[in-house]
């Protein structure tokens, strides 16, 4: 079936340097979104993306946060500076129109010390 | 606000038996509801979907029936196998609501002993 590709599968970083997480989603599909999952718990929505826009973005979408998708390049989630409690599953999904299924990739585990 | 509610956060059962997942949500909107199964480290997986009052939709012996009546969408199965051991989500997409987000529970964790 069609498949979202994250670089990098797992990220360790010090709190306060920046990290990107890059998204390569299913090629025909529009919409664009960031989860946050903590080990083993909900799934939690970030901020989604369409037509080059921030659609919506969750209280968990902190300033330090940012996502961009340069013209045929990866959807990408930026943190800069990181965190510790930004340390979880970073997961990106698609979806081609409104009402698609959502596809969802293997995840981005991000680890700040 | 739109919401999802999954009341149970573990449920362990014996191979061969039958299993319900609870879920019920909120929303002013017309719902499509869903259920994802996530195996251990891996990305959530659509399992079904259903947006029509009152069918049953059916996928690899899981089965849901979407009643608004009761704002429910209980996750079924006959009888559970050690391979369906694994993390599931109930989830909402409020079609017509605000940003087309696909809403999550708190996640449901289906462990099947031997």
């Known amino acids: 079936g069609p498949k979202v590709l994250q670089i990098p599968s797992h990220q360790i970083i010090d709190m306060g340097q920046m990290v990107t997480l890059n998204c390569d989603p299913v090629?025909?599909?529009?919409?664009f979104y960031w989860y946050k999952q903590i080990l083993g718990q909900q799934m939690e929505f970030l901020v989604n993306?369409?037509?080059?826009?921030?659609?919506?973005k969750s209280k968990l979408f902190k300033d330090q946060f940012s996502v961009e998708r340069p013209d045929g390049s990866y959807f990408t989630l930026k943190i800069q500076p990181t965190a510790l409690e930004d340390s979880a599953v970073y997961f990106c999904?698609?979806?081609?129109?409104?009402?698609?299924?959502?596809?969802f990739g293997e995840g981005s585990k991000l680890t700040v010390l | 606000g739109d919401s999802v509610t999954q009341t149970e956060g573990l449920v362990t059962l014996t191979k061969g038996l039958p299993v319900m997942l609870n879920c019920t949500y909120q929303?002013?909107?017309?719902?499509?509801l869903f259920w994802y199964v996530q195996h251990l480290n891996e990305a959530p997986k659509l399992l079904l979907k259903?947006?029509?009052?009152?069918k049953r939709t059916e996928h690899q012996g899981f089965y849901a029936t979407l009643h608004k009546s009761s704002s429910s969408f209980h996750l079924q199965k006959s009888s559970v196998q050690l391979s369906d051991s694994a993390l599931y989500f109930c989830?909402?997409?409020?079609?017509?609501?605000?940003?087309?987000?696909?809403?999550f529970g708190t996640g449901t964790l289906l462990s099947v002993k031997p």
């Open positions: 999904a698609s979806k081609t129109t409104n009402t698609g299924q959502l596809y």
């Open positions: 090629s025909n599909h529009l919409y």
């Open positions: 993306f369409y037509n080059g826009k921030v659609m919506e």
């Open positions: 929303t002013t909107y017309s719902p499509f």
């Open positions: 259903s947006s029509t009052d009152n």
């Open positions: 989830a909402l997409s409020p079609y017509g609501g605000s940003g087309n987000k696909l809403i």
